[in-house]
């Protein structure tokens, strides 16, 4: 178990550019997350997928955010045309649907995006 | 924005006294969370709670949720500087969507010698 990796840890970028960010999760879970946390606040939802699918995406998120899985195992967030508000720790998280404790969300590290 | 609110924001106690944090949601929960998120760290799961009224303890944390299933709280006894953090509580508000979790606003704990 090597626990969840993200890459980058930290992004700079200009706004107007797209980013992309990596999510890598534990070895066969097939459940995965996308937060965003800003300074001072929780976790904020943006989307899920389990295996390749997209189950649920935060109305919150605008048509700039996109999130994929195409084989169910790692995942990537791209965000289209920065805004300096799209500032903020991207967390990933994942969970199995086939241990005792299918709700446990186990986080990444983070990826750390500043938009100047 | 965010729907479950926690009290206090901060706290900061000397070592060896105890500490709590209270989470209230705007709608009923089919479940509760916390989690621990440490200093430039991730947040961490410490538990989940299903039951109305159901109380869970861990060495010195005590978690407890509400009977009306729209609050909860965690009680550390006798805390440590390795109990430093901010505490969160999560929950799926939605019902029928148990994986989209609302986290809390958090309350973030000091702890000196």
């Known amino acids: 178990d090597t626990g969840v990796s993200q890459n980058p840890r930290h992004k700079i970028t200009k706004r107007g550019q797209n980013v992309t960010f990596r999510c890598d999760p534990i070895?066969?879970?097939?459940?995965l997350y996308w937060y965003r946390q800003t300074l001072g606040q929780g976790p904020e939802f943006l989307t899920y997928?389990?295996?390749?699918?997209?189950?649920?995406k935060s109305r919150l998120l605008s048509d700039r955010f996109s999130a994929e899985r195409p084989k169910g195992s790692f995942s990537t967030l791209e965000i289209q045309r920065t805004e300096q508000g799209d500032s903020a720790m991207y967390l990933c998280?994942?969970?199995?649907?086939?241990?005792?404790?299918?709700?446990?969300?186990?986080f990444g590290p983070g990826t750390r995006l500043t938009v100047t | 924005g965010q729907q479950v609110m926690q009290i206090p924001q901060y706290q900061h106690v000397q070592e060896g006294e105890d500490f709590t944090t209270y989470c209230n949601s705007s709608?009923?929960?089919?479940?509760i969370q916390w989690y621990k998120q440490r200093p430039g760290g991730h947040p961490v799961f410490l538990i989940q709670?299903?039951?109305?009224?159901e109380v869970k303890k861990q060495k010195r944390l005590t978690f407890q949720f509400g009977e009306a299933k729209k609050n909860s709280s965690l009680h550390i006894t006798a805390t440590q500087t390795t109990d430093v953090g901010t505490y969160f509580c999560?929950?799926?508000?939605?019902?029928?969507?148990?994986?989209?979790?609302?986290f809390g606003t958090g309350t973030r704990l000091q702890v000196t010698l």
């Open positions: 709608t009923t929960l089919s479940n």
């Open positions: 999560a929950g799926p508000l939605a019902p029928g969507t148990a994986s989209k979790l609302t």
């Open positions: 998280a994942s969970s199995s649907a086939l241990t005792a404790r299918p709700y446990e969300q186990y």
């Open positions: 709670l299903v039951k109305s009224g």
């Open positions: 997928f389990q295996n390749e699918a997209q189950l649920e």
């Open positions: 070895s066969e879970h097939n459940r």
